[in-house]
């Protein structure tokens, strides 16, 4: 199947710092990606719709200003944390659909804020 | 999208079927039925959709009731690496519909 790759896998920063995180298509390109947040026990939950070429749309309750979501290309998204505080540490995932509209999901990425 | 509803947790012995229930008693017409799963501190798989029909691929199968109102996700020789969380999500085909994450079931595969 195709492949979505994230970058960091695991990230570690001061409080008031900001991460970005990187979403790869690996051998596909897509238009759109969505960005997930993941707390310990709980399920995946939606935060954004990445767009290539446009901004991004967010889900309810999510802050834009604080997660930047950039579409650089037709294989690249990244979100961006700015200053991060402690309650942000979580695993962020991103997805893809090809163009049979499989969604395919990258490994994660575990941020910790300090 | 419609709401999904699946038992929290099940075990299976390993080799043998593992049968994992979906309730999707308010899907509509164009609604298809995915499953997804997540192994620990990874991302989610894609392991099998379908509109109405039974499907099945190298991985699993997937049982549609004919009011579509349910489903159930078959893995037919379950093994310790299938321990995971099992995800299903109904929704509207197309690359910007959005899937939305239940609960989903937990998965246990004992030796």
């Known amino acids: 199947g195709a492949v979505v790759s994230q970058h960091p896998s695991r990230v570690i920063c001061k409080s008031g710092t900001s991460v970005k995180i990187e979403c790869r298509s690996l051998?596909?390109?897509?238009?759109?990606m969505f960005w997930y947040r993941q707390f310990p026990k709980q399920s995946l939950m939606l935060m954004a719709t990445?767009?290539?070429?446009?901004?991004?749309?967010?889900e309810q309750g999510v802050e834009k200003d604080k997660f930047l979501i950039n579409h650089a290309s037709l294989t690249l998204s990244t979100l961006t944390v700015t200053s991060a505080h402690p309650e942000d540490s979580s695993f962020y995932i991103c997805?893809?659909?090809?163009?049979?509209?499989?969604?395919?999901f990258g490994p994660g990425t575990r941020l910790t804020v300090l | 999208d419609a709401k999904t509803t699946q038992p929290t947790s099940m075990d299976c012995a390993e080799g043998r079927a593992a049968n994992l229930p979906c309730n999707h008693s308010?899907?509509?017409?164009?609604?298809?039925v995915y499953w997804y799963r997540q192994i620990h501190s990874q991302g989610p798989q894609y392991i099998i959709h379908?509109?109405?029909n039974n499907e099945t691929n190298e991985m699993a199968s997937l049982i549609i009731t004919e009011d579509r109102k349910s489903s159930t996700l078959i893995l037919p020789h379950a093994t310790l690496r299938d321990t995971a969380v099992y995800y299903c999500?109904?929704?509207?085909?197309?690359?910007?519909?959005?899937?939305?994450f239940g609960s989903g079931t937990k998965l246990n595969v004992k030796p």
């Open positions: 997805s893809a659909p090809t163009a049979t509209d499989t969604q395919y």
């Open positions: 051998d596909f390109q897509a238009t759109t």
């Open positions: 990445s767009n290539e070429g446009s901004k991004a749309t967010y």
């Open positions: 308010t899907i509509s017409g164009n609604e298809y």
């Open positions: 379908g509109l109405k």
């Open positions: 999500i109904v929704r509207v085909p197309g690359n910007f519909n959005k899937f939305y």
